[in-house]
Nanobody, 114 residues
Framework: QVQLVESGGGLVQPGGSLSLSCAAS????????MSWYRQAPGQERELVAG????????NYAASVKGRFTIFRDNAKNTVYLQMNSLKPEDTAVYYC???????WGQGTQVTVSS
């Protein structure tokens, strides 16, 4: 069974950093592009970042470009999202997503507040 388990969410101060992890199982991880999405209450889920199968290509939402970094370790079946210079508007539930399989993780809450 496809499983995606996010971790690393929590409360962080504005300007701070947080690192999210998504541990994948139940499929051949290295064969699939991965993405991070986020959703705030009352808002649509939006793409935050994406990464190709081998990690050679990435893309970011304009709102996070330069602050967030997506990377993956195929040997560990894990995709990461390093978030720096966090802003209150980054507050959301963050989800990892297997692009082609169309499978979502359970999400992890990120709250940026002083």
């Amino acid at each position: 069974q496809v499983q995606l388990v996010e971790s690393g969410g929590g409360l962080v101060q504005p300007g701070g950093s947080l690192s999210l992890s998504c541990a994948a199982s139940g499929f051949t991880f290295s064969m699939y592009a991965m993405s991070w999405y986020r959703q705030a209450p009352g808002q649509e889920r939006e793409l935050v970042a994406g990464i190709s199968r081998h990690g050679d290509s990435t893309n970011y939402a304009a709102s996070v470009k330069g602050r967030f970094t997506i990377f993956r370790d195929n040997a560990k079946n894990t995709v990461y999202l390093q978030m720096n210079s966090l802003k209150p508007e980054d507050t959301a539930v963050y989800y990892c997503y297997v692009v082609t399989l169309r499978r979502w993780g359970q999400g992890t809450q990120v709250t940026v507040s002083s």
